[in-house]
């Protein structure tokens, strides 16, 4: 079995709770609920963890499949350094932006998801994650494999056929419908 990597399970879980912060901000506003300044609060967040937690982080091992349109996001991300590379400053980051959302019904659920990726990024932390960008590769040269110059064209003659005596014989009736074994077998 191999190593868990945690921030992966954290990453979708913090942009999954993103995602419930800012529907549940949108309901709270849109409704305009007691407290609607919370829910206002909660759009803001909302929408903060999810452009945070969009680009998806370079696996240890394995292949790293990005989102699409990651590679926008990666840069911003990738800019502020340490802050967003470090996996104990998005725990408490996140941990501080769900307080706000549990005073108020709409947005408990976002609020109460987000605590929980706070949890999943912190146990990331403790064991030595961290983020790395996804950056797209430069294949220069490919070789046979692609490229513009190394495409070939389809064939122009049909494969080789074995002559007719090799060919398997097609019998319609069932007695002779067995394989006529074209090299003799002898005891």
Known sequence: MGKIEWAMWANEQALA???ILLTGGIVGVAGQF???QFAAYAVAAGTFVCLLEYPRSKRAKGTSVAR?????FTVVVKSFGPLTRNYYVR???HA???VPGGFMLAT???CVCLGIASLIYLAAAIRGEHWEPILPRKDVSRGAAGGPDSIKQPPQNPPPRPPPEMRRKRVDDLEGAAYDNPIPVTD
């Not at 699409?68 to 926008?72: D, E, F, L, S």
């Open 17 to 19: 709770s993103g995602l």
């Open 34 to 36: 007691r407290g609607w």
């Open 68 to 72: 699409t349109g990651q590679y926008c």
């Open 91 to 93: 725990a408490f980051l």
């Open 96 to 98: 501080a932006i769900c």
């Open 108 to 110: 408990v659920l976002g």
